[in-house]
């Protein structure tokens, strides 16, 4: 089945430490999304990118990186720079055209240990 | 920019009775628009979308929505609730000119009485 995975689906992050969030995608899509989901705050976008080799920042990027190697994966590293990272995250992707909706993957869970 | 507004942070219904979930948008030029619904701890599902066309568009689960320029909204509706149904629901809005980027509302949480 086509679809969006994303893993780990929880965890936990040292101070100090960067880690990688996994998003794969099989729906041929050519934009991927990374959003950040807080209590009461709805979805912030992270990144996006809309090509392989190119992406742009959204409204929340200090302290994230990410990279488009390939059409299907777009992993996101949250850096030690992110002072507040506990949050749910969640990996969207598209055809990039105008009116289709974005699919999304079931998120992962980010704590402080 | 664009922004999108969801007036009600929590909303209470009966098994039964009928559901309106608010949404209201800010935009210049003609928006696409979606409802999602998550439960918790999952990602986001889309129940139905408005592109152009039919201003009442039907989607999963028995919900539809209709979008009205003249009062910049894309309410939700169902006529009548399932347990199943309490779950947080998302509006979003699209544009072309916005690179095809969404703009999600704050989410309003649903919660079903026996």
């Known amino acids: 089945d086509g679809g969006i995975t994303q893993s780990p689906k929880y965890l936990f992050r040292k101070e100090g430490q960067n880690v990688t969030l996994s998003c794969e995608q099989n729906?041929?899509?050519?934009?991927m999304y990374w959003y950040r989901q807080d209590p009461g705050q709805g979805l912030r976008l992270i990144y996006y990118?809309?090509?392989?080799?190119?992406?742009q920042k959204g409204d929340i990027a200090e302290g994230y990186s990410v990279s488009r190697e390939k059409k299907e994966s777009f992993p996101l590293t949250v850096t030690s720079a992110q002072k507040n990272p506990t949050a749910f995250y969640l990996c969207?992707?598209?055809?990039?055209?105008?009116?289709?909706?974005?699919?999304f993957g079931d998120g992962t869970r980010l704590s402080i240990l | 920019a664009q922004s999108v507004t969801q007036p009600d942070i929590h909303i209470t219904v009966s098994e039964g009775a009928s559901l309106e979930l608010r949404c209201n948008y800010s935009?210049?030029?003609?928006?696409?628009l979606f409802w999602y619904v998550q439960s918790p701890g999952q990602g986001l599902q889309l129940l139905l979308k408005?592109?152009?066309?039919?201003?009442l568009v039907q989607g999963i689960k028995g919900f539809e929505a209709e979008f009205k320029r003249s009062q910049s909204s894309f309410n939700l509706r169902k006529p009548s609730v399932h347990w199943s149904d309490a779950a947080e629901y998302f509006c979003?809005?699209?544009?072309?000119?916005?690179?095809?980027?969404?703009?999600f509302g704050g989410g309003t949480r649903v919660l079903v009485k026996p």
């Open positions: 969207a992707s598209s055809p990039g055209t105008e009116g289709q909706p974005q699919h």
């Open positions: 990118s809309q090509i392989v080799n190119d992406f």
């Open positions: 408005y592109f152009s066309g039919d201003t």
């Open positions: 729906l041929n899509h050519d934009a």
């Open positions: 979003a809005v699209g544009a072309k000119a916005a690179g095809n980027k969404l703009t």
């Open positions: 935009y210049g030029a003609t928006p696409y």
